[in-house]
């Protein structure tokens, strides 16, 4: 998968290829995905200023990013904001890391938090990327 484009400065901490699978919940809304080697690939960046989770369809024919701002960074109006990252070790795809963010435009199906838990086989290693005092 391609790296997505970084800003002026900014530095890539971490990278998760393959990750297993997503699940996010916000609002009234649920969405679950898997990863489908050549159907669907799903990585995690972790720079110096935000997080990014990448989706590619199809060999990257389509593509699209979940951004999520740490806290006290330069960022774009009504973006999402990082607040917490909490770490599990087991669960039902293995270890997982949920991202809690605080949304930057809440709608009918976005509420005000979002949660997003992604399955990956070093999610340690992605959480001691996040800066201090984000992840437990």
């Known amino acids: 998968m391609e790296h997505p484009a970084l800003e002026s400065g900014e530095t890539l901490r971490f990278h998760a290829p393959a990750i297993k699978g997503a699940v996010a919940r916000t609002g009234p809304t649920f969405r679950a995905t898997v990863n489908i080697p050549v159907i669907q ?5 972790i720079t110096d200023r935000r997080i990014i989770v990448r989706a590619e369809l199809f060999l990257g024919l389509f593509e699209s990013d979940y ?12 973006s999402d904001v990082l607040t917490a990252a909490y770490l599990t070790p087991d669960g039902p795809m293995g270890p997982h890391l949920t991202l809690v963010a605080q949304t930057g435009r809440p709608s009918l199906l976005r509420g005000p ?24």
């Open 67 to 78: 951004v999520a701002w740490f806290p006290g960074t330069q960022r774009p109006v009504e």
């Open 113 to 136: 938090e979002l949660k997003l838990a992604l399955y990956l086989p070093n999610a340690t290693a992605a959480a001691a990327a996040l800066p201090p005092g984000l992840s437990n």
């Open 41 to 45: 690939d799903l990585d995690l960046f």
